[in-house]
């Protein structure tokens, strides 16, 4: 059996390394209620569906053969390494692993889970408290925690994008919106004003960039969301 032969049918690496990022996220951002098992489910399915085309079995260099090799004839599209599209793609063909978008996706993946970790840190000491979580990167956008899901999946995606995760993507950022939305009103109900003058002074997903830049300079940046 040749290397090639062995690119893809691992499915074992398709568990190992689902079950590894599964678990790294769950150490971070502990779901405790229906709605947190609800968003920490729709993020690993979206892990299983990229690792099972990552080293089980390519659907969407299956489907896309034909129109690939008319396009960018030359290339081995069932190599282990085409499966970095953008790369082949784009014509970084010596090693995309240390292609630009390989390097961006460790930007992104990494950004969202230390994300996600710091801000599971203030939540949890609010909760403790009965208080809000206005503090690290609550104070730059409303639910952190989302954003770093969307970040982490959007890294993925740029890394090794399937047709797969590309329709399930969207799909899931309208869930954590949604989610969002109803954490907010149980927000308000239980905290009333506080977290409406919360609301109309940070935003939900997007940071301010004048308050980026403010914070960095060491000044307040207030100003309405975006």
Not at 59 to 78: C, E
Not at 146 to 163: E, K, N, R, S
Request: aromatic share 18%.
């Amino acid at each position: 059996m040749n290397v090639e032969t062995q690119a893809y049918g691992l499915w074992s690496l398709v568990i190992v390394n689902s079950a590894v990022f599964i678990l790294f996220a769950y150490s971070f951002f502990k779901p405790k209620t229906t709605r947190d098992w609800r968003s920490f489910g729709a993020f690993s399915a979206f892990l299983v569906a990229l690792f099972a085309e990552m080293y089980g079995f390519p659907l969407t260099i299956y489907l896309l053969s034909g129109w690939l090799q008319s396009r960018y004839p030359g290339i081995d599209w069932f190599s282990h390494d085409a499966g970095h599209l953008l790369e082949m793609m784009f014509g970084w063909r010596v090693n995309p692993h240390f292609g630009p978008f390989h390097l961006l996706s460790f930007i992104l993946i990494g950004g969202g889970f230390w994300l996600i970790a710091v801000a599971w840190r203030v939540l949890y000491d609010a909760q403790q408290h009965r208080s809000l979580a206005t503090s690290g990167p609550y104070s730059y956008v409303r639910h952190p925690q989302y954003v770093g899901f969307i970040l982490v999946m959007l890294g993925f995606l740029v890394q090794w994008p399937t047709l797969l995760t590309l329709a399930m993507f969207p799909v899931l950022v309208v869930m954590y919106v949604r989610l969002a939305r109803a954490e907010e009103r149980e927000a308000v109900a239980e905290f009333g004003d506080a977290y409406r003058a919360y609301m109309k002074n940070v935003p939900g997903f997007l940071p301010r960039l004048d308050r980026v830049l403010a914070r960095l300079s060491g000044q307040s940046g207030e100003g309405k969301p975006l």
